[in-house]
C-alpha cells in the first residue's frame, strides 16, 4: 500500500512541477480524485465464487473551473489514477472483468471543489489508447471555453511567515484569502477571510482588495483594484506573492502512455 500511494505522489510530483521549480496547488488536489477513486471502488465490490470484483470503468465529474487546473496532463493523470487502482485491487485481492478506465469531465452542475465518481462493472471491448486520449483532450477543450480560455499563470509566496508555495491561476475569478472557500488559501491572521481576488479581463489580470482589514499593495504601492503583469509583487497583511509566467508539463510527461 505504501509504495503504490507513493508511486502516484511522485507521479503527481513529477507533472505538477512548473517552471518556477515548485510543485504548485489547485483547489482541488489529485490525491483526493484518488481517494474518491478508491471509496467507489470500495462501496461498490462484489462478492463472486472466484473472489471479489470491483468497478472497473470509471467517471469523475468535476466543475470545469477545477477541471482546468489540470488541462495541460489530464490525460496522464488519468493514466496514473488507473495504474494505482489496478495496484489496490492486486494488493487487496479483488479483480476486474475487464480493463480499468478512468474519466475526468467537467460538469457545471458539480460546485467548486466537489468531486463526483460514478463507477460500474462493464465490457471494455473497444477501448483504444489513442481514441481514449482524443476523448479525453475533448473534454478539456470544452472546460476551457466554458471558463473562457483564461491564459494561467503562477501566484508564488515569496516572503512573510508562510512557507514557499506556488499557485496556479486559471479562472475568471480567483479569490486569495484566510478562509477554507478561497481558491488561495493564506492561514495567517494579518490576511483577512476573504482578502482580494484576482480577476481576468480580456487580455489582462487585475487585482481588488475586499476592503480587507490590512490592505492589499502592488509593488509596496496601496491598492483598491490594479492590474498586474509578470513579475509583480502582491502583498496581502504579511504575505509577499509574485504573479510569475505559467510553464506547462514537459512533452515527455504530457504525452505519458501506459
Excluded at 16 to 25: A, D, L, P, Q, W
Excluded at 80 to 93: I, K, P, T
Excluded at 196 to 222: C, F, K, W
Aim: glycine share 6%; hydrophobic share 35%; charged share 25%.
Amino acid at each position: 500500500m505504501i509504495n503504490s500511494i507513493q508511486r502516484f505522489e511522485d507521479f503527481v510530483q513529477r507533472i505538477m512541477e512548473g517552471s518556477v521549480g515548485r510543485i504548485f496547488r489547485t483547489p482541488i488536489q489529485p490525491v483526493e480524485i484518488g481517494r474518491r477513486l478508491e471509496r467507489a471502488m470500495e462501496s461498490q465490490k462484489l462478492s463472486t465464487v472466484e473472489g471479489p470484483i470491483v468497478p472497473n470503468d470509471y467517471l469523475v465529474r468535476l466543475n470545469p473551473e477545477d477541471l482546468v487546473q489540470f488541462a495541460d496532463f489530464l490525460r496522464p493523470l488519468c493514466n496514473q489514477l488507473e495504474e494505482w487502482l489496478l495496484d489496490l485491487a492486486e494488493e487487496r485481492g479483488y479483480g476486474f472483468i475487464d480493463l480499468v478506465r478512468v474519466r475526468i469531465v467537467g460538469d457545471s452542475n458539480i460546485p467548486r471543489r466537489n468531486i463526483q465518481v460514478e463507477a460500474s462493472i462493464a465490457q471494455l471491448p473497444d477501448y483504444d489508447p489513442a481514441v481514449e486520449a482524443e476523448w479525453q483532450q475533448t473534454q478539456v477543450f470544452r472546460a476551457l471555453e466554458e471558463t473562457g480560455n483564461v491564459p494561467p499563470k503562477f501566484l508564488r509566496i515569496i516572503g512573510g511567515p508562510l512557507p514557499e508555495q506556488t499557485f496556479l491561476i486559471r479562472q475568471k475569478v480567483t479569490t486569495i484569502g484566510r478562509a477554507p472557500d478561497n481558491d488561495v488559501i493564506l492561514e495567517v491572521p494579518e490576511v483577512s477571510r476573504h482578502h482580494a481576488r484576482l480577476e481576468y479581463h480580456q487580455d489582462h489580470y487585475e487585482i481588488v482588495d475586499l476592503n480587507s482589514t490590512n490592505g492589499t499593495m502592488v509593488n509596496g504601492r496601496p491598492v483598491t483594484r490594479s492590474p498586474i503583469t509578470d513579475g509583480d509583487r502582491l502583498t496581502l497583511g504579511t504575505v509577499s506573492l509574485q504573479i510569475l509566467p505559467y510553464q506547462g508539463p514537459t512533452h515527455g510527461e504530457q504525452s505519458a502512455e501506459r
